[in-house]
């Protein structure tokens, strides 16, 4: 795999980790919130590039891949968000602004899905803005 591909595909599971961590930030995932996730991946991001993982597959299913797996895992948000903030500052050229608006846009959909956003979803989508920023 090249490394362009690696750091594609480590891109978009870090995005499955902040994704989970937004719906996670209530301490719960509601189903809603994993089809809006669904929805906004299909929607949005399989056209963001030409990434393919080892299995010729749309790198941008790895943010559901991941998603799912650490739902499975019934892990809480604790250092998802951050393993993201790290990537970021590891490759801040791979955020776009597109990408990051798209990245907001997203973290915002999963939130709303749920009877509106709460509290601890506002904090995250509020340090994700910062870090973006």
Do not use: C
Not at 70 to 93: I, M, T
């Amino acid at each position: 795999m090249l490394n362009s591909e690696r750091i594609g595909n480590e891109f978009y599971q870090n995005l499955g980790k902040l994704f989970y961590a937004v719906a996670m930030a209530d301490k719960k995932v509601r189903p809603v919130e994993v089809k809006r996730l669904r929805k906004q991946v299909r929607q949005y991001w399989l056209d963001v590039d030409e990434f393919e993982d080892e299995f010729q597959t749309d790198s941008a299913y790895q943010i559901e891949i991941v998603f799912d797996w650490l739902q499975n895992e019934e892990k809480n948000d604790e250092g998802y968000f951050q393993e993201f903030k790290d990537f970021y500052k590891e490759h801040p050229e791979k955020f776009t602004p597109k990408l990051k608006a798209l990245i907001i846009e997203t973290a915002e959909a999963i939130a709303h899905s749920f009877a509106g956003k709460n509290r601890s979803e506002m904090e995250i989508i509020f340090r994700l803005k910062l870090l973006l920023d």
